[in-house]
């Protein structure tokens, strides 16, 4: 009966999901210009560390779910393979934002589901944009000390 029980559990732990992500956790800080859209790209790498193919489900929440397109929902990962999969983020405003990539891990039978998520947390502080007068004058005056570098060597040669 004891080697009946003991095989059992083994066979059982056979089926147990196995699965990783990197970076599990990011802070970024960002700066936004009034009135324009802040858009960067981010991404997560999902590890099948299983000996058997796996279907992986990604989604957003909390601020992130009208705010990150992924560049896949669903995939496919053979035994022992990793992928990174890109997301696209979108910031209409300066602010503190909040939210999980959420990961879902699911064996071929349907019957095993393993999930984990990446914490993203964007910092988000409001800039003047730059005008153009300030890189008219920033050209100016490299230009000039360009100018006044080459004269020198000139006098130098005479």
């Known amino acids: 009966m ?3 029980i003991i095989s059992l559990s083994l066979i059982s732990a056979s089926d147990d999901l196995i699965a990783s ?8 800080n960002k700066n ?3 009135g324009e859209v802040l858009e960067f790209e981010e991404s997560v790498i999902v ?3 299983n000996d058997f193919p796996v279907e992986v489900i990604l989604s957003s929440s909390g601020d992130w779910e009208d705010r990150i397109k992924l560049e896949k929902e669903n995939l496919e990962l053979e035994a022992r393979e990793r992928e990174e999969v890109f997301y696209t983020v979108n910031i209409e405003k300066q602010g503190d934002y909040f939210g999980d990539i959420l990961v879902t891990f ?3 039978k349907g019957s095993n589901e393993l999930s984990l998520t990446q914490r993203l947390i964007v910092y ?3 800039v003047e944009k730059e005008s153009n007068s300030t ?3 920033g050209g100016i005056v490299v230009l000039a000390i360009l100018f006044l570098v080459v004269a020198k060597k000139i006098r130098w040669k005479k």
């Open 2 to 4: 004891l080697i009946i």
């Open 21 to 28: 992500i990197d970076k599990p956790k990011m802070i970024l």
């Open 32 to 34: 936004i210009i009034q």
């Open 47 to 49: 590890n099948n560390n």
């Open 106 to 108: 699911k064996d071929p």
């Open 124 to 126: 988000v502080k409001e």
């Open 135 to 137: 890189m008219l004058i």
